[in-house]
Antibody
């Protein structure tokens, strides 16, 4: 069974750094499926953040998130990360990781993690 | 960047009724690259339809997708109680970002 298990909720202050994780399991070849991140602010819709290809760390970002976050991967532990160097209150949201169904970057998400709630408040 | 518009914003229907949800793109892209997701409160989104019309594994056949760029439709033939949720379309037919629409909420009348 394909599973994406995300790290737990985080409460942080503006200006702090943060790294959340998403561990994949239950499918062959973690490295050959793109993994993406999706933001959902409280009461709002889904926003596509970016995707990473674990085999070579090829990463694509939405222009809205470029330079705001960093997506990385550790193939040895089948884990993808989303990190911030300086959080803002506007980063408060639920963040989902999701696996893309196809090997090419243009694909839909077929499996989703349970979400990580990030709260940024002074 | 392709912008997706969904209508209506909210659809109020009764169980057993038919739901028709619309998704319109700001520019043309291949219909092979349109997906629909369902999200219930407190849950992660779930894939319903991909390639505009292919049901994902385990999705009941009351859900169907149709259309081609730039207009797409998700139809729920007879609403079941568990179908009341928010539905999002997503395009992945051009270069990133692979944008989502703002969502349509289907609630109980």
């Amino acid at each position: 069974e394909v599973q994406l298990v995300q790290s737990g909720p985080e409460v942080t202050k503006p200006g702090e750094s943060l790294k959340i994780s998403c561990k994949g399991s239950g499918y062959n070849s973690f490295s050959t499926y793109w993994i993406g991140w999706v933001r959902q602010r409280p009461g709002k819709g889904l926003e596509w953040v970016g995707i990473i290809y674990p085999a070579d760390s090829d990463t694509r970002y939405s222009p809205s998130f470029q330079d705001q976050v960093t997506i990385s991967v550790d193939k040895s532990t089948s884990t993808v990360y989303l990190q911030w160097s300086s959080l803002k209150a506007s980063d408060t949201a639920m963040y989902y990781c999701a696996r893309q169904a196809e090997v090419e970057p243009a694909s839909h998400f077929d499996y989703w993690g349970q979400g990580t709630l990030v709260t940024v408040s002074s | 960047e392709i912008v997706l518009t969904q209508s209506p914003g909210t659809l109020s229907l009764s169980p057993g009724e038919r739901a028709t949800l619309s998704c319109r793109a700001s520019q043309f892209f291949s219909s092979a690259y349109l997906a629909w997701y369902q999200q219930k409160p407190g849950q992660a989104p779930r894939l319903l339809i991909y390639g505009a019309s292919t049901r994902a594994t385990g999705i009941p056949d009351r859900f169907s997708g149709s259309g081609s760029g730039p207009d797409f439709t998700l139809t729920i033939s007879r609403l079941e109680p568990e179908d009341f949720a928010v539905y999002y379309c997503q395009q992945y037919g051009s270069s990133p970002p692979f944008t989502f629409g703002p969502g349509t909420k289907v609630d109980i009348k």
